[in-house]
């Protein structure tokens, strides 16, 4: 998978895997619900054995702004 690709050769275990999945799939429901949303680049996300934390994003609206 694209997550599987962006994290290899990290010391990651598979709760952590399962964070940044939950991160993504939480992303991906949110750009889903607003119709507004094109595109999100988040860079860099945190790990932690209790979370996976989006450090900073760019949010691009369809509308340009």
Avoid: F, H, Y
């Amino acid at each position: 998978s694209m997550i599987e690709e962006t994290l290899a050769g990290r010391r990651l275990g598979p709760k952590s895997m399962d964070r940044v999945a939950r991160l993504v799939a939480t992303l991906s429901t949110w750009m889903v619900k607003s119709s507004e949303i094109l595109e999100v680049d988040v860079n860099p996300v945190l790990v932690s054995e209790k979370r996976a934390v989006a450090v900073d994003a760019l949010v691009i609206r369809k509308d340009g702004a």
